[in-house]
């Protein structure tokens, strides 16, 4: 990127609209009108719509001293297009809002949106609209996520059975401890002068948390064998807050078998070094943005040769609560002790 600076106020907020709006081109036949009007126009064709948003607060969701803005920008998109998905639904539009501080230039700005453009390509969706307004102090990133599904074959969390079988999809905990190296390295670089930080190669979990992918793939495998999942969800607040919302939704319980669980070698290994338990990272790290799904048996003969998805137990009767069965044979209480957004 080049050390040129444009000041905001330079442009105004109309003229920063046009600036990184100029050579929008739709995707889906579904926009009909997006940006630059008082409104957005879609028309979904007989099928029905899918909303979701999410609110990304620096200092809170994320830390600009070792989050490139471009990364920003791409996985401020894969959140809300993941929920979407969550939802056994396709995305189709985005709206996106920044609240802006002095701080940042036109160049930042746009390298921001370089990354929310790359996801819009890479997941087929259109952005159509948002706000731009000024911030006291730091960045605030809004974006609302529109998709679509053949009416009732979206996915909600209240519908597991007793005896259902409990999948996830790719591997998980890598994020969370991708945030426990950045931050180790923010630490040392901070009271360390002159000291460069050192991610030892880990170029795994530091993507992992970086720059996530939404399981779009996933939601294709399922139309492609004709599978509906009975209740599904992201994996953003860890697999056991996640496991628990199904579980309440659906007022059942649920049994997970600790060596079922995906971890992929690279995180394992890492949480090995700081001697945690990577099991941990997994039950309660967050920001996976992996699908936790539960299906009928019947279906498990779809499933069961399929790389990338894991069956980790199944959905027990609600008065067995929900529990994990250790590598040594024990039984505990699943908790949920994902990252809480209002804790102190």
């Not at 746009?110 to 960045?139: H, N, P, R």
């Not at 607040?237 to 049994?255: M, P, T």
Request: charged content about 25%.
């Amino acid at each position: 990127m080049s050390e040129e600076r444009t000041e905001i106020s330079s442009l105004g907020e109309f003229g920063l609209i046009e600036q990184l709006t100029k050579n929008i081109e739709f995707q889906n036949a579904s926009t009909i009108l997006g940006v630059g009007d008082d409104a957005a126009v879609i028309d979904h064709f007989g099928k029905q719509t899918v909303i979701t948003t999410d609110l990304l607060m620096e200092g809170v969701h994320f830390d600009l001293m070792y989050t490139p803005l471009k990364h920003l920008g791409y996985k401020s998109v894969v959140v809300n297009v993941s929920d979407i998905y969550a939802m056994n639904a396709t995305p189709t539009q985005i709206t996106v809002s920044i609240a802006i501080s002095n701080r940042f230039s036109v160049e930042a700005v746009e390298e921001l949106y370089e990354g929310i453009y790359a996801a819009c390509e890479e997941y087929g969706v259109d952005l159509i609209g948002g706000d731009t307004t000024s911030s006291s102090k730091g960045l605030v990133i809004s974006v609302t996520a529109i998709g679509e599904v053949a009416p009732d074959t979206f996915v909600k969390r209240s519908g597991a059975q007793v005896n259902d079988l409990i999948c996830v999809s790719g591997y998980l905990g890598g994020a969370y401890l991708g945030l426990l190296l950045l931050e180790r390295e923010k630490k040392i670089f901070l009271e360390t002068k002159g000291v460069q930080p050192d991610l030892e190669n880990r170029a795994y979990i530091v993507g992992r948390l970086l720059k996530p992918e939404a399981r779009k793939d996933i939601i294709d495998f399922f139309r492609n064998v004709q599978l509906t999942p009975t209740a599904m969800m992201d994996i953003s607040d860890g697999l056991s807050s996640e496991v628990l919302h199904i579980c309440k939704q659906s007022e059942v319980g649920a049994v997970l078998y600790e060596d079922k669980i995906p971890i992929h070698p690279d995180a394992k290994e890492f949480a090995y070094k700081l001697e945690i338990d990577p099991t941990a990272c997994a039950l309660s790290g967050g920001e996976d943005y992996e699908l936790v799904f539960t299906i009928s048996q019947n279906d498990y003969e779809k499933v069961k040769e399929v790389n990338g998805i894991s069956v980790i137990g199944y959905i027990a009767d609600a008065k067995e609560g929900a529990t994990i069965i250790t590598r040594g044979g024990n039984k505990h209480q699943l908790v949920a002790q994902g990252w809480n957004a209002f804790s102190k």
